[in-house]
C-alpha cells in the first residue's frame, strides 16, 4: 500500500500529519503481527503438552497413566470378593451415592416386610379389621406407615405413634433382624469414610518435588539433582528414595521391550536410606559409567525417549502408616549446566529457616556438556563456590517468604 505525500502551499503541516499516519498504519500491523505469532505460540505449547501428558506413565502428581483391556469377566468377579478394597478406592462421589442407595434400599426392603406382616395379620384399612382387633404393629396400616416404621427401627429414632406388639412372632423376629443389619450397615460405612480421610494419599499430598530436575557438578563429580520437601513438620520415619528409568530397548536377539527398567540410585549427603527429613533436601545420582545418563549430552540430552520416575517411600511420625510419594520426569524437564539456590539458613537468633520461596529456582553453572568429557578432559572439573550455602551461613530472609522450621 503506498502512501503518496501531497504538498500544498501550507506544505510542512500536511507531510507531518500524513507521516503519523503511516507511523500509526506500521505500528498496528507489527502489533497485529506480534499478536498472531504469540497465538501460535501458545497453541503450539499446548499441543505439545498434551501429547506429552498423553505418553506419560506416571503423571506429576503420581497418578499412573495405564489401563488395563480384555480382561476376563471371571476375574471382574476378584472386585466383588475383595468389597473393602473396592469401596475405600472408590471415588468419593460414588461412596456417597451407594451409601445413600444402601441405607435407603434397606429401609424400602425392611418397609416392604413390615407391609407383608400386617398384610398377613389383616391390619390395613382396606381388609376393614374388628374394632378390638390387636395389630402386630400399632398405626402400620399403609405402605408409607411401614416405609417409616421400618426407617424408625433402624435408626432407633422411635417417634413413639409407631412400635410392635407381642402378638406376632414374625414381627418380633424381623425387628431384630432388622436392627442387626442396620447396625453391620452402619459399622461398614463408618469404616469405609473414616479409611478414605486416613489414607495415606492424603500424606502424600504434603511431599513435594521439584517440578524440574538439573545436571551439574556436585563434590568432584557429575550429578543429576531433584529437591524434595516435606511440607509438614512431623517427619517421615525410615524414609527411602529411588529411581526407575523407564524406556524403549532393542535386545541383541531383536526384542522391543517397551517400558524396560533401570535402578537410579538417590542419596542426600547421609547416605539413600534413613533420611532425617525434617527440611528440603537435594537428592543427587552420580553420572558415571555405570549410569544410563552417561552417554547423554548437553544436545543430545532432549532427543532420548525416556521417563525418570522417582519415588519416595516413609512412615508418617503421627499416624504410622507408610506411603509412598511418585513423580517423574521426561528429557524436557531435565536442565542441563543448571543449579538449585540454597533455601536453608540460619538466622541471628540462632534459628533454622527454609525459604521456599527458592524451592524449585535454578542458577546457571559451568557444566561439561557431556559426561564423557567431564571425566575424561581436563578443565572440565568445575567446583562453584557459594551455592552450597556451607556451614548455615547467617542469612537475612524476610518474614513473609520464609517458613519457620
Not at 189 to 216: E, Y
Not at 263 to 268: C, E, G
Not at 357 to 383: D, I, L, M
Not at 393 to 400: F, G, L
Request: net charge neutral.
Amino acid at each position: 500500500m503506498q502512501n503518496q505525500l501531497i504538498l500544498d502551499e501550507e506544505g510542512n503541516d500536511k507531510v507531518y500529519d500524513q507521516l503519523i499516519e503511516v507511523c500509526f498504519l506500521v505500528s498496528e500491523e507489527r502489533q497485529t503481527l506480534k499478536m498472531t505469532r504469540s497465538l501460535r505460540e501458545v497453541v503450539k505449547e499446548y499441543i505439545s503438552e498434551r501429547r506429552v501428558r498423553k505418553y506419560r506413565l506416571v503423571t506429576k502428581d503420581g497418578r499412573c497413566n495405564i489401563e488395563f483391556g480384555n480382561v476376563m469377566h471371571r476375574n471382574h468377579f476378584a472386585y466383588v470378593l475383595d468389597i473393602w478394597t473396592t469401596f475405600v478406592e472408590t471415588r468419593w462421589r460414588f461412596v456417597i451415592f451407594n451409601f445413600v442407595a444402601s441405607f435407603t434400599l434397606s429401609w424400602f426392603i425392611f418397609g416392604l416386610l413390615w407391609y407383608w406382616i400386617a398384610r398377613d395379620h389383616g391390619d390395613l384399612k382396606w381388609q376393614n379389621p374388628p374394632e378390638n382387633h390387636t395389630a402386630c404393629v400399632y398405626s402400620v396400616n399403609t405402605l408409607t406407615y411401614a416405609f417409616l416404621y421400618s426407617l424408625e427401627t433402624q435408626t432407633t429414632i422411635g417417634y413413639g405413634n409407631l412400635y410392635v406388639t407381642d402378638v406376632c412372632a414374625g414381627a418380633v423376629a424381623l425387628i431384630i433382624i432388622q436392627s442387626l443389619i442396620g447396625t453391620i450397615i452402619n459399622c461398614f460405612w463408618c469404616g469405609v469414610v473414616m479409611a478414605k480421610i486416613a489414607l495415606p494419599k492424603k500424606r502424600a499430598k504434603t511431599i513435594t518435588f521439584t517440578d524440574q530436575a538439573v545436571i551439574c557438578p556436585k563434590k568432584g563429580t557429575l550429578c543429576l539433582q531433584i529437591r524434595v520437601a516435606n511440607l509438614r513438620k512431623t517427619l517421615m520415619i525410615g524414609s527411602q528414595i529411588y529411581g526407575k528409568l523407564l524406556r524403549t530397548t532393542v535386545t541383541p536377539e531383536g526384542e522391543t521391550v517397551i517400558l524396560d527398567q533401570v535402578s537410579i540410585d538417590f542419596m542426600v549427603d547421609a547416605g539413600k536410606d534413613g533420611l532425617f527429613f525434617v527440611c528440603p533436601l537435594t537428592l543427587y545420582h552420580v553420572i558415571d559409567k555405570t549410569s544410563p545418563f552417561f552417554d547423554m549430552a548437553v544436545d543430545t540430552l532432549h532427543q532420548h525417549e525416556f521417563e525418570l520416575v522417582v519415588f519416595f517411600d516413609g512412615t508418617a511420625e503421627s499416624t504410622s502408616s507408610s506411603c509412598q510419594v511418585r513423580t517423574s520426569y521426561i528429557p524436557q524437564e531435565i536442565m542441563w549446566g543448571y543449579d538449585f539456590l540454597p533455601i536453608i539458613s540460619r538466622s541471628k537468633e540462632g534459628k533454622y529457616r527454609v525459604d521456599f520461596s527458592n524451592f524449585a529456582k535454578q542458577v546457571p553453572v559451568p557444566t561439561a556438556h557431556c559426561a564423557y568429557c567431564y571425566h575424561n578432559e581436563a578443565g572440565h572439573h568445575h567446583h562453584v563456590s557459594g551455592i552450597e550455602n556451607q556451614g548455615f551461613e547467617v542469612i537475612d530472609i524476610e518474614a513473609p517468604n520464609v517458613t519457620k522450621m
